[in-house]
C-alpha cells in the first residue's frame, strides 16, 4: 500500500475527483435552470400564439365587415 502514499493519490487524485464533481454538479444545476426557463417559454409562446389567433379572427371579422360594406355602398352594386 505504499502506492497510496504517493502525493498524486493524496492531493492530486482528491483534486480531480471534487473538480470533476462540481463540473458535473454545475451543469446539472443549469440544466435544470433551462429547462425551467424553457417551460416558461413555451408557456408565453402559446399565450401569445392563442392572442394572435383572436386578433387574426377578430380581421376576418373586420374584413367580411367592411367587404359587406363595400358591396352595400358601391355605386357599381347598384346599377345591377
Known sequence: MAWLNQPFFQL???LIVTFVVSIWA???AQNK???GMS???DGRMDD???RLDRIEEL???HD????ALEERTSPLARTR
Do not use: G
Open 39 to 41: 417551460q416558461r417559454l
Open 12 to 14: 492530486t487524485l482528491p
Open 48 to 50: 401569445i400564439i392563442r
Open 59 to 61: 380581421l376576418l371579422n
Open 33 to 35: 435552470r433551462l429547462d
Open 64 to 67: 367580411r365587415r367592411i367587404t
Open 26 to 28: 454545475a451543469s446539472w
